[in-house]
């Protein structure tokens, strides 16, 4: 699988979050959460080609059968973030992914709650026999 671009990825998590949607659907959504960050907006046309390539690289499914063409994720949005963090541990922690836990909760900024949920998500996969 292609690893998506950052501004395909953002066009996918709106797809994953909100479903099927016209091009313009998806456009006025990035440009909400892009304003909400006091950055410039997303121009229509740019948002229409990256969902075109999108489309050609198999990354998006296009229904063309109204006049208004409706995009859908084509990948899973479980399967797209297992393939980039696999990437991005290969490339930034040689591989290792105690290296990137420890990185991550290093930093002190987890709450207790998700401390907590870390700690049960280990024993579950101590007791499936995923060491």
Do not use: C
């Not at 948002?47 to 899973?76: F, P």
């Not at 973030?81 to 909760?105: H, K, P, T, W, Y």
């Amino acid at each position: 699988m292609l690893a998506p671009t950052e501004s395909e990825l953002n066009i996918l998590r709106v797809l994953w979050d909100a479903g099927p949607l016209t091009v313009r659907e998806v456009n006025d959504a990035l440009n909400k959460a892009i304003e909400s960050a006091g950055e410039k907006p997303i121009g229509y046309t740019t948002t229409l080609k990256i969902m075109q390539l999108m489309a050609e690289k198999g990354l998006v499914d296009r229904d063309v059968s109204s006049r208004s063409h409706v995009y859908k994720a084509a990948v899973a949005q479980e399967r797209t973030q297992r393939n980039l963090l696999s990437r991005f541990v290969d490339r930034a922690f040689g591989g290792s992914r105690s290296e990137l836990i420890l990185r991550a909760l290093g930093d002190g900024e987890a709450t207790p709650a998700e401390l907590e949920e870390i700690k049960q998500l280990i024993k579950k996969l101590e007791q499936d026999g995923h060491q």
